[in-house]
């Protein structure tokens, strides 16, 4: 697993999988957060990104803060994948946001966006990307077999 501390509206975290070309990147440029699904074999086109998901709103966690009346806390963002290397998922606090799942050509994530209708020759599941309690049962169960 690879960790990153940070302070929301910056960050930045980028982890390979075993299982090339796969790698998954979380990026907070300072509005959001987002979770990328990347083909790093396609890293100079523009299929590089196969997916992207909204983790949280840099204003909204500022918000929750807010009403704890805490000031802006640093964060913890983590990365694990399975070990097919096949999966990946985002821990924002040691709590599961996102998963990918690369073989299913599927993400999953709390924030269930953005949401896209399906064109013709996509690869890559993009019409909801909806939690899965289910799908991240079994990438932790996997991760003691």
Known sequence: MQSLSFTPGRA??????????????????????????????????????????????????????????????????????????????????GTPQALYDFEARAGYCRMNFPNFLEEKGDTWRKSTHTWSEEMMQRFEAALYV
């Open 12 to 93: 930045f975290l980028s982890v390979d999988s075993t299982t090339v070309p796969w790698t998954v990147v979380f990026e907070d440029e300072g509005v959001a957060g987002y979770f990328y699904a990347c083909d790093r074999s396609q890293e100079k086109h523009d299929h590089a990104i196969l997916d992207a998901m909204l983790i949280y709103n840099v204003g909204a966690l500022a918000k929750s803060d807010a009403e704890l009346k805490r000031p802006t806390s640093e964060r913890i963002a983590s990365v694990e994948w399975s070990r097919d290397g096949l999966k990946a998922v985002l821990y924002l606090d």
